[in-house]
């Protein structure tokens, strides 16, 4: 077994992990750190799904990170330039060469009386194992399952001829040139993928059980690419980004307040998408905008091929698969040769490893997330976790401040340790994500930590309100207690 030492430890190497890394070496330069990856390559998310016109569904200018500007005049990039452009970072701030590929993180023990974290990690070639010890560890994980996609048991799939696939493993050698094919889902994938593959399949049909809200956006970023032409390129970057951010709030804030005028203007939207005599059910959900996570489309890609005819929408439940393709419940057909489950996520919290403080096994279910940074009675932990109503990577920018700050005033108070204490019992039934009711945030309900009634207990999906909290609010709060001194006395200090 071998035994690796870092001070810091971060788990994954994707757009969160990297982020991280880089906040870390621009700003604590003489901090070692080391990233542990489970994949062979950088890129977590934008490395593995791989299905045809797999793309962003938030705008670069935001999606991409502060620190480095994303360059491009695409609003919603493909994969592979996302995967490049994480790489391209890493290799800029040299965090490439702490990248240790191919471990996967199956435990994580705190000691109180070593003060250090050790992981345990399999090397997935080999099956061999290797243990890590850290003084903070980083959790970097995402929160769904790389192995399994979330795949509902239809009736009678086994009986389907033809290839049934689900995106999250798409077989790079699959051809649907001239093939019918039945995508299930109606979310961000169903939406990227039927526009895309209908360009070569003989005709691609979207069958939901129900519809989403789906809008259109410009594919290219115009006023940037106007405003180039006079201004300075950093200039037009921060411009472009702060823009985009307060235009994701007053947005989401606008479908909060006003639901039934939210509604009727991205109803108004698909309608001139899609033509006059298109059936409206088809982009009507029962639920208000914003209760769920929004479909963008750029330029109205999905609109279009179903005005062409090259793609159509059925809304109906699946009775059962047949050996040539989909019955409804309504005895209707679906012939197809193809047959895509973009059916969602199965969520897991930390990479499905297991933790451990002084041997008791801690379920992130127990507890409330701090100032949605680190976990409630869990010491040295940052767990990055980014927005659901907004830019994944805005909150990780914040969230890798934060730890910037944390570090710097342990360094400067000669303390080692650092743990969120619940003094008031704040712990409430709801989850981290409640606030939208799309399935796999149901799902995701007894795995998650818990939502605390007050904050810092409370996750709060607000930039703003985070920027302050993380950026200005004084570290010793009264709530982060700390422990442990660099000259070996662990007794407890709690800073008000």
Not at 348 to 374: E, F, I, N, P, W
Request: net charge positive.
């Amino acid at each position: 077994m071998t035994s690796n030492r870092a001070t810091v430890l971060i788990i994954g190497a994707g757009l969160s992990g990297i982020g991280v890394a880089c906040r870390l070496r621009r700003e604590l330069p003489d901090r070692d750190f080391a990233i542990l990856e489970r994949r062979d390559r950088i890129g977590g998310t934008w490395d593995l799904f791989r299905y045809p016109g797999v793309r962003s569904d938030s705008d670069m200018f935001s999606f991409g990170y502060e620190f480095r500007p994303w360059n491009g005049l695409k609003v919603l990039a493909d994969g592979e330039s996302i995967r490049s452009y994480v790489a391209a970072t890493a290799e800029e701030y040299g965090v490439d060469r702490a990248i240790h590929y191919g471990l996967r993180v199956v435990a994580a023990d705190w000691s109180s009386e070593r003060q250090q974290w050790t992981v345990t990690a399999v090397r997935e070639a080999t099956g061999g194992t290797e243990t890590w010890t850290c003084s903070f560890l980083v959790t970097c994980t995402g929160y769904y399952d790389y192995d399994r996609g979330h795949l509902p048991g239809f009736p009678g799939a086994e009986r389907f001829g033809g290839v049934l696939v689900h995106p999250q493993h798409w077989p790079q050698e699959l051809d649907h040139t001239g093939k019918r094919v039945a995508v299930i889902g109606s979310g961000a994938t169903a939406v990227t993928l039927v526009p895309a593959m209908a360009e070569r399949a003989a005709h691609v049909t979207m069958v939901q059980r129900s519809p989403s809200y789906v809008f259109s956006l410009p594919s290219v970023d115009r006023v940037t690419a106007w405003q180039r032409r006079f201004l300075p390129e950093s200039l037009v970057h921060r411009m472009a980004r702060r823009r985009n951010i307060r235009m994701q709030r007053t947005v989401f804030r606008a479908a909060r307040r006003f639901p039934g005028a939210t509604r009727r203007l991205l109803l108004a939207g698909v309608r001139r998408g899609v033509g006059r005599d298109f059936d409206m059910t088809h982009f009507s959900p029962r639920y208000a905008p914003w209760d769920e996570r929004l479909c963008a489309v750029p330029d109205g890609d999905l609109f279009r091929v179903l005005r062409e005819g090259r793609a159509s929408v059925v809304t109906e439940a699946i009775l059962t698969f047949t050996a040539t393709g989909i019955r409804l419940a309504s005895g209707r057909e679906v012939d197809a040769d193809i047959v895509v489950t973009a059916t969602g996520l199965n969520l897991q919290a930390l990479g499905g490893a297991t933790v451990r403080v002084d041997g008791a096994v801690r379920d992130l279910h127990d507890v409330c997330t701090y100032k949605s940074v680190m976990l409630e009675g869990i010491p040295n932990l940052a767990w990055v976790f980014g927005y659901t109503n907004a830019s994944w990577t805005l909150k990780v920018d914040l969230a890798a401040a934060y730890l910037v700050r944390l570090l710097r005033h342990l360094d400067t108070t000669g303390r080692t340790v650092a743990v969120p204490v619940d003094r008031a019992a704040n712990a409430t039934a709801a989850g981290v994500v409640d606030e939208l009711s799309s399935g796999y945030i149901r799902r995701a309900k007894d795995i998650m930590p818990r939502q605390g009634r007050d904050f810092p207990w409370r996750m709060v999906m607000d930039y703003r309100h985070d920027r302050k909290v993380l950026l200005s609010d004084p570290i010793a709060d009264g709530v982060l207690e700390f422990h442990g001194r660099l000259d070996g006395d662990r007794t407890a200090e709690s800073s008000a």
